[in-house]
């Protein structure tokens, strides 16, 4: 490895650890006080950093809860993309789906840490968040259309299949935390979300071929 590409691999290093500082910072603060109540200023103090720099990393206070979606937004065009040889898009979403709901990935709404629903909770209480959740979600989208453009399916058909399995997602998710919220633990419903993804995905091949 050159001097160059350490340089750079360590300055991401550093840049990704800012993101998380100046996010986890924010979100225990907005899980204390609520959303609306805490301001950007006080969150830069709380992560020892300038507005200016926060700004740099945050545009928005909005950003700075839904920064631990960042990895998600393209992850559903990332698994299309980096599939085996031979492996249909579908196939390939449906095991992600899977390992996401055995290794209790937050993101599948099968988790019952307290931490994760309290998240949960700010996250859907705040209406704010809840619209840029929604163009997070439009994004997503977007991606997922691109990976399926590049897998060979049209572009029309592309995007109207990736509508449809960014919104099974959603659904299978949002049903997961509904049940937890509702007092069921994670290991319990994990069959019922098993079978639920599976039921998911075969009406999926069914309708989209």
Not at 102 to 128: I, K
Not at 134 to 157: D, K, N, P, Q
Request: charged letters at 25%.
């Amino acid at each position: 490895m050159s001097g160059a590409n350490s340089g750079t691999g360590l300055r991401g290093r550093k840049k990704r650890l800012t993101y998380r500082a100046i996010s986890d910072a924010a979100v225990a603060l907005f899980l204390e006080r609520g959303f609306d109540a805490v301001s950007v200023a006080e969150v830069a103090a709380a992560a020892d950093v300038s507005k200016p720099t926060l700004f740099r990393y945050f545009p928005t206070k909005e950003d700075l809860a839904l920064h631990r979606f960042a990895d998600h937004e393209d992850e559903t065009a990332r698994v299309v993309a980096a599939r085996p040889a031979g492996v249909p898009p579908l196939q390939a979403l449906h095991r992600h789906v899977l390992d996401g709901l055995a290794r209790r990935d937050p993101v599948t709404g099968l988790n019952d840490e307290e931490g994760v629903l309290a998240f949960h909770r700010l996250l859907y209480g705040t209406p704010s968040l809840v619209t840029r959740l929604h163009a997070y979600r439009a994004r997503s989208e977007r991606a997922l259309a691109e990976a399926l453009c590049a897998a060979g399916s049209r572009r029309l058909g592309a995007r109207l299949a990736a509508g449809q399995i960014v919104a099974v997602l959603r659904v299978l998710a949002e049903e997961n935390w509904r049940r937890i919220e509702a007092g069921e633990r994670a290991g319990d419903i994990a069959p019922d979300a098993v079978a639920a993804a599976d039921q998911a995905f075969a009406q999926l091949r069914a309708g989209l071929g």
